[in-house]
């Protein structure tokens, strides 16, 4: 069941008083254009501050949640980067009252603190006294006695729309774990900052893990409530069970609309830049160039101490920090490229992962093949590169899959 809670009269008689004056508004060639200017003028309201849809359906009921520090409440739903401008879904509805019964955290941790791939324990919030349980840690999956006291779920995490970006594949056990016990699971939506494009490899089923569970391109274009409907209708949770879902979905928001995340969604992604070039950056994770980890300019870099310091002029030393208590190496002058005030804007692009593997020093030292394949989910785009094809003409290769998942994808939109 999705809620979608567009019910705007005021729009509606906007819309027909506008339609009817064409004469002043020429720069207008349809309604739907009229309908569009209207609703980009006003703010997203993500799922999370739609408190009247989900509230009477938490009466009565234990409730799990699974969340991170992106789960906040908007005040006056105007979303801002200042933390006195939110306040976060659990300490929300704890106030208000309803029985939050224990927490789930997927990785980086419940306060988004934790490296990336680090084991996160289970633990206790200070703030509420709720239990935690860690989804990466000892298990990415929930137990049924953890459940035992749960008769509802909600999952209220921001994604930036990348495969290999795990908090949809925790999404997928926690869908799996909800219906193999009967719970019921609400799903706060909120915007897709890569939302308005699709490209990338699609994912192999035999190169399957926790950075890749289903059959998507690299930029998948859904939001987290229209991957979980496409989730169930694909029946890719085990032996095709489906889970009861209600996706509480924005409003104001199409795929095609910008988005700036007022809070960081890890430790290493920091602002908008990091974020438009994590699908093109973020397959470096599988070779042994550092990308950016280690400085305050993390995904709007690149570099590595064997790559031609005559071609690769820009210069770096990562150093342990926020998030990278180890990034690659570490304490090593880096030669690479700053990408922190380069253009781009709806693309995933091969050019600096072929760059840098063009001006390697020691080839052999470039991929670190498990890792790749798993980033790329396939075992071509390791070989092509390799073997000096154009981009081009790997792009050309995708394009059958992509189109095929477009079709599919079609069928499970909830934004226009």
Request: charged share 20%; hydrophobic share 35%.
């Amino acid at each position: 069941m999705v809620l979608n809670v567009f019910k705007n009269t005021v729009l509606f008689f906007l819309l027909v008083f506008i339609s009817c004056g064409n004469n002043t508004n020429k720069n207008l060639n349809s309604n739907n254009d009229i309908l569009n200017q209207v609703q980009n003028d006003k703010e997203i309201i993500v799922g999370a501050n739609q408190t009247e849809a989900y509230l009477p359906l938490l009466n009565g009921k234990r409730v799990g949640i699974v969340a991170n520090q992106t789960s906040v409440i908007f005040k006056d739903g105007r979303q801002m980067t200042d933390d006195r401008s939110y306040t976060h879904l659990v300490d929300s509805i704890v106030n208000l009252n309803v029985n939050v019964k224990k927490v789930f955290s997927p990785e980086h941790g419940f306060r988004g603190t934790a490296d990336a791939g680090e084991h996160v324990e289970d633990g206790v919030d200070i703030k509420t006294g709720l239990p935690i349980f860690s989804l990466h840690g000892k298990s990415k999956k929930p137990s049924k006695e953890q459940l035992e006291d749960i008769d509802i779920m909600i999952f209220d995490i921001q994604d930036v729309g990348v495969r290999f970006y795990t908090y949809i594949s925790t999404l997928h056990y926690i869908m799996e774990v909800c219906a193999e016990n009967n719970i019921p699971l609400i799903i706060l939506d909120r915007p897709n900052p890569n939302g308005s494009y699709i490209d990338g490899p699609t994912l192999e089923k035999e190169h399957q893990s926790f950075l890749g569970m289903h059959p998507i391109p690299l930029v998948h274009g859904m939001t987290i409530g229209e991957y979980a409907q496409m989730i169930n209708g694909e029946k890719w949770l085990s032996n095709g069970i489906q889970c009861d879902i209600t996706v509480i979905s924005c409003k104001n928001y199409n795929h095609d609309m910008p988005y700036s995340l007022p809070i960081r969604p890890s430790p290493n992604l920091p602002n908008d830049q990091s974020i438009k070039l994590y699908p093109s950056l973020g397959l470096f994770e599988g070779t042994n160039i550092n990308a950016g980890r280690g400085t305050e300019f993390q995904f709007q870099r690149y570099g590595a101490p064997f790559l031609n310091p005559e071609t690769m002029t820009f210069t770096y030393t990562p150093q342990s920090n926020f998030g990278a208590k180890y990034p690659k190496h570490k304490d090593e002058l880096c030669y690479g490229e700053d990408l922190s005030n380069v253009t781009i804007d709806r693309e995933m692009t091969l050019k600096w992962i072929m760059k840098a593997y063009e001006n390697s020093t020691d080839k052999s030292k470039f991929f670190l093949t498990n890792g790749f394949t798993k980033h790329a989910g396939t075992t071509a785009l390791q070989k092509q590169i390799e073997a000096g094809i154009t981009e081009g003409e790997i792009k050309a290769t995708w394009q059958k899959d992509l189109n095929a998942f477009k079709k599919t994808r079609n069928n499970y939109l909830i934004y226009n």
